[in-house]
């Protein structure tokens, strides 16, 4: 089992930044890839990035390549989401998911909460 709490959700201007941490409990955090998904009112919820186990690899949804940059330290059991150059579009409830890739989407076997991000324009 893994229990994964998100936190640094907020509200900041467009062209602002915010970093998101994902904090996993379970001894198993290493054993998966991690990743985050945002939905937007009225939206499906829909994939942002992964990274794996190691870290060696990561996979970026078009919207947020050059503008998000997503790492993890596996002795904190933490993954962040650096987030830059914020646009209204990026408004959405953040879901952080462990789980595993395929075909560069990572398919979440456990989910967290959500924190907000509201981008003001």
């Known amino acids: 089992q893994v229990q994964l709490v998100e936190s640094g959700g907020g509200l900041v201007q467009a062209g602002g930044s915010l970093r998101l941490s994902c904090a996993a409990s379970g001894r198993t955090f290493n054993r998966y890839a991690m990743g985050w998904f945002r939905q937007a009112p009225g939206k499906e919820r829909e994939f942002v990035v992964a990274i794996s186990w190691s870290g060696g690899v990561t996979s970026y949804a078009e919207s947020v390549k050059g503008r998000f940059t997503i790492s993890r330290d596996n002795a904190k059991n933490t993954v962040y989401l650096q987030m830059n150059s914020l646009k209204p579009e990026d408004t959405a409830v953040y879901y952080c998911?462990?789980?595993?890739?395929?075909?560069?989407?990572?398919?979440?076997?456990?989910w967290g909460q959500g924190t907000q991000v509201t981008v003001s324009s």
């Open positions: 998911a462990a789980g595993s890739i395929v075909d560069a989407i990572l398919y979440g076997d456990y």
